[in-house]
């Protein structure tokens, strides 16, 4: 119900863009995000959508990386450059609904390396 794409191998101060879509059978979806976890660590907010529309980035991406969506078709989007090894990570969207109910993609590998 929630698929990525876009991940890949890239090198170092490359670009990549990052693409989610939650499927229509999901309802009331009150915000959009992205995550990732890298080997050995927990699952990090990259960044998301609040309720009121803003944006939060973790601080590791601020200037990198750009959220974006299309909300009547349930899309959002993660624009990153200037890629870092450390971006190494498999990237999670994340759907959080007014139910209480949460969806999580499969995720899409982030591979940076020369």
């Known amino acids: 119900q929630v698929e990525e794409s876009g991940g890949g191998l890239v090198q170092p101060g490359g670009s990549l863009r990052l693409s989610c879509v939650a499927s229509?059978?999901?309802?009331?979806?009150?915000?959009m995000g992205w995550y990732r976890e890298a080997p050995g660590n927990q699952r990090e907010l990259v960044a998301r959508f609040t309720r009121e529309g803003n944006t939060i980035y973790a601080d590791s991406v601020k200037g990198r990386f750009t959220i974006s969506r299309d909300s009547a078709k349930n899309w959002v989007y993660l624009q990153m450059s200037s890629l870092k090894p450390e971006d190494t990570a498999v990237y999670y969207c994340?759907?959080?609904?007014?139910?209480?109910?949460?969806?999580w993609g499969e995720g899409t590998l982030v591979t940076v390396s020369s």
């Open positions: 994340k759907v959080e609904t007014a139910l209480g109910v949460d969806y």
């Open positions: 229509g059978s999901i309802f009331s979806i009150i915000h």
